[in-house]
């Protein structure tokens, strides 16, 4: 079973960079993409990027595209979130989560991590 760790949270002035990373415990079989949401306080958990494990296609959120990248390296089952020109807006928990081959559902969570982007 695919169990995803985060890691790289904290504290960031705006216009600041963070790079988060996301390790597949358990190795990545049975897992087709890795994506990352975020929780706001008071907000609904919303999807932010996603990339598959084969062919690495990428997928973004409007609110992060051309600030935020995702990628990959599969010999290491890790994702990357990287971060660029933060904003307030940005603050939030951060989960990586693995979309399962067999339902193509975002099955497996990670606990999250914590973004602080200070104004």
């Known amino acids: 079973q695919v169990r995803p760790v985060e890691s790289g949270g904290g504290l960031v002035q705006a216009g600041g960079s963070r790079r988060l990373s996301c390790t597949a415990s358990?190795?990545?079989?049975?897992?087709?993409?890795m994506g990352w949401f975020r929780q706001a306080p008071g907000k609904e958990r919303e999807f932010v990027a996603s990339i598959r494990w084969s062919g690495g296609n990428t997928y973004y959120a409007d609110s992060v595209r051309g600030r935020f990248t995702i990628s990959r390296d599969n010999a290491k089952n890790t994702v990357i979130l990287q971060m660029n020109s933060l904003k307030p807006d940005d603050t939030a928990v951060y989960y990586c989560?693995?979309?399962?081959?067999?339902?193509?559902?975002?099955?497996?969570w990670g606990q999250g991590t914590q973004v602080t982007v200070s104004s």
């Open positions: 358990g190795g990545t079989f049975g897992s087709y993409a």
């Open positions: 989560a693995a979309q399962a081959i067999a339902t193509m559902r975002y099955e497996y």
